[in-house]
């Protein structure tokens, strides 16, 4: 293991602290565990890790201090938002491209040092508790592209003479406490950067700006770090002296009894039971805050915000047809591009009852939880109130995820060609990883998640990503609503446990892994007759036999026979199913190594 290299850990559900021994990789170059549940301070053996080029910590519950990073030499991406670290932020590596920080608790000035990262490309501070006045070296740092400083508490002025590097593109500055005019370099008139300025007292016609009078009554507000030390040593030293008064007061009266007590007898505090615990006063003095306990759901939101109609009329110019990718199975979906360059597909679903908006936004506030390396991340949404109470329709904004879904590259006509069987079992695995984390990574858990072919998209590394998860909780009360006059009995008969949501997910998998056995054109053909193993020959995509061992094509076959199974009881578990998957996988790669191929192979 000494001379592993790269570790990557992503998407699980390790808990408990950072591990010690990272450092004992000397060779490791690439350290990523995003999106489990780890808890914390960091180990000062990270800054110890002398050959990392990449550290991706992003998306945990880590607090405490960052600890000194800057004898990292070779640092390039340091990732770690997300996370509840409360810390200053600490001096940085000198090679650091990325920087994303975003979050977080972290507090204190920005240090002078990271505007002179003459490599940084992309910072992004958002969303922490930094204050003091905004680092003009930042905007002149000559490879940085993307700035962002949302959310803090930065104060003061933007000079009009700042300066703005050649490559920047992305500026956000919005909600903190900046005041004056606007400088040249950021405005948008004068160049084609993107910039961010809202919910701050700049003397701008622009983005919602407050009055002057918000922002100086915070700075008024404020105290400098030495006001702040003098009231401290100033506060001490009165304690201290009537402390001090009060224990001559006291001596004097001790002298005056008969049998003058002991400086002990005096001055020591005792220590007395508690009846309601048991324990001493002192005891339950001295013992620290519980720390908080393991946290059973998904710890960190994803990258979520509010959208306005504006804001996705933009994007789609006006929803205009050529932005129109097709009709899902809740809406319709267009494809956007935001200011920022960023490219979504945008769902808009249309309510046939008015929607309590206060109801609308806790269920999507559940929606905004599921984050996993394995869904389409949802990046926000876009309410269209019809009045203060009421709601027609919403829109879900969605990262855009470019390579196709699942059924067409199982089909003959991709343009990129079928998938061979262990690009298949790679697809289907991710996905039960994400049905898993839908199941029993978060509680309650979701279910009726839509598992379908169509629904199982490819990102641009060609990962496997599940689509229209976890719409259930919008559509079954548009579903109610529409039921709302039928008879109760009708009502009664649509509702379902949730051990038989969990079921009718594994039956649907089975339809995806029946698919991925036999090709989209004989699913509908060869449902009835692919439990019969005579039939299994005729019925396989012919890819299949010629790119799989026995071994492994016998093991999803079945499982496939299992997940369809017309007994609820005698169908697998989503474990038991990603357990085959994985089995499967290994035996198919064993026998690859081995240069052996096709369905008669043996593993």
């Known amino acids: 293991m000494k001379m592993l290299q790269t570790l990557i850990l992503d998407g699980n559900f390790f808990n408990g602290t950072v591990p010690d021994w990272f450092d004992s990789f000397s060779n490791l170059t690439n350290l990523s565990i995003q999106h489990n549940r780890l808890e914390g301070p960091l180990p000062l053996s990270i800054g110890r890790m002398h050959s990392l080029t990449r550290l991706s910590l992003s998306g945990n519950g880590i607090s405490g201090r960052i600890p000194d990073l800057s004898g990292l030499s070779s640092l390039e991406v340091l990732d770690m938002e997300d996370n509840e670290l ?17 979050k977080n608790r972290l507090s204190g000035d920005i240090p002078k040092q990271i505007g002179e990262l003459s490599r940084l490309q992309h910072l992004d501070l958002s969303f922490n508790l930094l204050e003091g006045t905004l680092l003009t070296s930042l905007f002149s740092l000559p490879n940085l592209t993307y700035l962002n400083m949302a959310s803090n508490k930065l104060t003061g002025f933007l000079p009009v003479s700042l300066t703005c590097g050649n490559q920047l593109g ?80 006291f001596l004097v009266i001790c002298r005056r009894n008969h049998r003058p007590p002991t400086a002990k007898e005096c ?67 267009y494809k956007g591009k935001l200011e920022n360059g960023t490219y979504v597909a945008i769902r808009c679903i249309i309510f046939s009852k008015r929607y309590s908006i206060r109801n609308l936004k806790l269920r999507l506030d559940l929606l905004s939880k599921l984050r996993h390396p394995h869904l389409v991340c949802l990046l926000g949404h876009c309410i269209d109130e019809t009045d203060d109470s009421n709601v027609d329709r919403v829109f879900l904004v969605y990262e855009y995820v470019p390579n196709g879904n699942f059924h067409a590259h199982l089909s003959e006509c991709s343009m990129d060609g079928v998938l061979k069987w262990s690009d298949r079992l790679a697809a289907l695995i991710g996905i039960a990883k994400a049905v898993h984390f839908l199941h029993t990574g978060v509680i309650p858990g979701f279910f009726s998640n839509h598992l379908q072919t169509h629904n199982i998209l490819f990102d641009e590394h060609f990962l496997a990503k599940l689509s229209d998860y976890g719409l259930f909780i919008i559509t079954e009360e548009i579903q ?25 997910d594994v039956y649907s998998f089975g339809l995806i892994l029946l698919e991925t056995l036999v090709g989209p054109s004989r699913v509908g053909k060869g449902q009835a007759l692919f439990l019969n193993e005579l039939e299994q020959k005729r019925l396989l995509d012919p890819i299949v036999i010629g790119t799989s061992s026995h071994e492994s094509l016998s093991t999803v076959v079945s499982l496939t026979n299992k997940c369809l199974s017309m007994e609820v009881s005698l169908r697998p578990s989503i474990e038991d199913i990603l357990w085959n998957l994985q089995y499967a996988t290994q035996v198919q790669a064993t026998l690859d190594c081995d240069g052996g191929s096709g369905f008669g192979s043996q593993a």
């Open 480 to 504: 109610k609503n529409e039921a709302r006059y039928d008879n109760h009995k009708t009502l009664q008969s649509k509702s379902k446990a949730p051990e038989e949501d969990t079921e009718d």
């Open 170 to 249: 992305f500026v956000d500055i919005s909600a903190n406490m900046l005041m004056g005019g606007l400088p040249s370099c950021l405005s948008s008139k004068l160049n084609k950067m993107v910039v961010k300025l809202g919910g701050n007292c700049l003397t701008i016609d622009l983005q919602n700006q407050h009055e002057a009078s918000y922002c100086q009554a915070h700075s008024k507000g404020k105290l400098s770090k030495t006001k702040k030390l003098g009231l401290l040593v100033g506060s001490i030293g009165g304690v201290a002296c009537i402390t001090l008064l009060l224990m001559l007061v």
């Open 267 to 333: 001055l020591s505090k005792p220590v007395v039971n508690n009846s309601a615990t048991g324990l001493s006063s002192q005891h339950l003095a001295n013992t620290r805050y519980p720390s908080k306990a393991m946290k059973l759901v998904t710890q960190v939101l994803p990258s979520y915000r509010a959208f306005s109609l504006e804001d996705l009329k933009e994007a789609t110019k006006n929803f205009e047809s050529s932005s129109y990718i097709g009709e899902g199975t809740a809406g319709k979906l």
């Open 86 to 102: 409360d810390s200053e932020l600490p001096l940085m590596p000198e090679m650091l491209v990325t920087v994303l920080l975003g």
